[in-house]
């Protein structure tokens, strides 16, 4: 059967570049208890133009309760540094780099995000500066900035700083290759900003290819994070991304381990959503998160606005399925440094 999708209009209004103003109140999440930010009300919609035929997020079955207490997230032991990657495009790796780092934020920890994709999609939704010429990344891979001079602070997210990526990232691949330990250039800068500085949770969201982009990348991490969309296909660049890194610990990293399994675009009313979150947690029982991040149209628009779904519509289904997931990682038992 055919999906027909509809683009949402507001009733009796053209559809603005940015939000309406209108300002809701602080909302904390009965499953979580973390408190999470004021947001941007959408203007009225359509139901069924809302819905864009899927009507997911009131299908998740998530409430938030604004009475709930306050959830103050726990500190690792160490430092602890993902790779967000998977090889296969349109899973949701940015998505869930941005969205995961700012409900932990929101839960008081202190986050960075390394954006390593010339296409900056992490520093838009993060609302940080990246146009041309910007210092970000580039300058830290091929000049050997220090990520600290660089870092911005996201004005939308307490205790979230982003390096940014300008369109200049687009050409450090070429400029890496001759240059001396390429490889390992994002791990001496992230080495020494996790020093000087009181950071818990470092996410670093690659491009999908293999390039020396996304090699920096899985050096430098200590743990691996795999969005992992719930259709056709999903498992095929995740075989691949096994290998590679298993090809990067035999080289470059031996302290990399896959510890993390997201599942993005969820649909409960689909066969085959729920086929492939069966096989993947056959696949990776210990790794999988216990939520699934469903399909949302809220979790689309966030980014067109500058944000993560967290900020732009806190009490939607994606943005509490955020902060459990956020949740589970923050109290999972195996820390950073613990094999």
């Not at 298993?246 to 990293?253: E, I």
């Not at 998160?289 to 289904?317: C, F, H, M, N, W």
Request: net charge negative; glycine share 8%; aromatic share 6%.
């Amino acid at each position: 059967m055919a999906l027909f999708f509809r683009k949402a209009r507001a009733k009796g209004a053209e559809h603005s570049p940015t939000p309406p103003t209108e300002k809701g109140t602080s909302s904390v999440s009965r499953e979580t208890g973390v408190v999470l930010p004021d947001g941007p009300k959408r203007a009225a919609f359509d139901r069924e133009d809302d819905d864009w035929g899927l009507g997911l997020d009131d299908e998740y079955g998530i409430e938030v309760d604004p009475s709930g207490p306050p959830l103050s997230l726990p500190r690792p032991l160490t430092p602890r540094v993902f790779v967000v990657a998977n090889q296969k495009g349109g899973v949701g790796k940015t998505t869930t780099t941005v969205n995961i780092a700012a409900a932990l934020a929101f839960g008081g920890l202190n986050v960075l995000v390394v954006d390593t994709d010339p296409q900056g999609n992490a520093s838009t939704a993060l609302g940080v500066e990246h146009g041309p010429g910007t210092a970000g990344t580039y300058e830290v891979l091929l000049d050997g900035a220090r990520i600290s001079d660089l870092v911005q602070r996201s004005p939308h997210t307490p205790n979230l700083h982003v390096l940014p990526a300008a369109i200049d990232l687009a050409t450090a691949e070429l400029e890496l290759v001759n240059e001396s330990g390429r490889e390992s250039r994002m791990k001496r800068a992230l080495a020494d900003y996790i020093e000087s500085s009181a950071v818990d949770y470092v996410f670093l969201d690659c491009p999908p290819s293999l390039g020396l982009l996304t090699l920096n990348a899985l050096v430098a991490a200590t743990e691996i994070m795999v969005p992992i969309q719930c259709e056709y296909y999903a498992l095929e660049g995740v075989s691949q991304l096994v290998r590679t890194i298993d090809r990067v610990k035999g080289n470059l990293n031996d302290s990399l381990e896959l510890s993390t399994v997201v599942l993005t675009m969820f649909d409960s009313r689909n066969n085959l959503s729920r086929e492939v979150a069966r096989e993947v947690r056959t696949h990776f029982a210990a790794q999988t998160l216990d939520v699934e991040i469903p399909r949302s149209v809220r979790i689309a628009e966030a980014p067109s606005y500058g944000q993560t779904v967290l900020t732009y519509q806190p009490k939607s289904a994606g943005a509490v399925a955020y902060v459990k997931a956020a949740e589970q990682i923050a109290t999972s038992i195996k820390e950073a440094g613990d094999k």
